[in-house]
């Protein structure tokens, strides 16, 4: 069965670091384009960072030079690296996994985990 499992919340100060991980089971990884989303109460699920099979990256404007998404094909895992945090990037972050190739667009969703930033 496919799954999608998500570490590294908690909460840290303005400016701290804070390392996501999302270990998969289930899918042939490398054909899977990986991101990170996240989403605040009243709003919807914004990307933050996508990683393709051919580690092409994008980022959402407002995280770029903060953020880094990576991916390590051995593990079968995708982090996000977050570094110079802001209040603003308090949300819950959800790892996602969408086929790249082929005519699915399969996708799957992590359980999500809580990041809080405040002094």
């Known amino acids: 069965q496919v799954q999608l499992v998500e570490s590294g919340g908690g909460s840290v100060q303005p400016g701290g670091s804070l390392g996501l991980s999302c270990t998969t089971s289930g899918i042939t990884f490398s054909l899977y384009s990986m991101g990170w989303y996240r989403q605040v109460p009243g709003k919807q699920r914004e990307l933050v960072a996508i990683i393709t099979p051919g580690d092409s990256t994008e980022y959402v404007n407002s995280v770029k030079g903060r953020f880094t998404i990576s991916r390590d094909n051995a593990k079968k895992t995708v982090y996000l690296q977050m570094n110079s945090l802001k209040s603003e990037d308090t949300a819950v972050y959800y790892c996602?996994?969408?086929?790249?190739?082929?005519?699915?667009?399969?996708?799957?969703w992590g359980q999500g985990t809580q990041v809080t930033v405040s002094s």
């Open positions: 996602n996994a969408k086929l790249a190739y082929g005519p699915s667009r399969t996708t799957y």
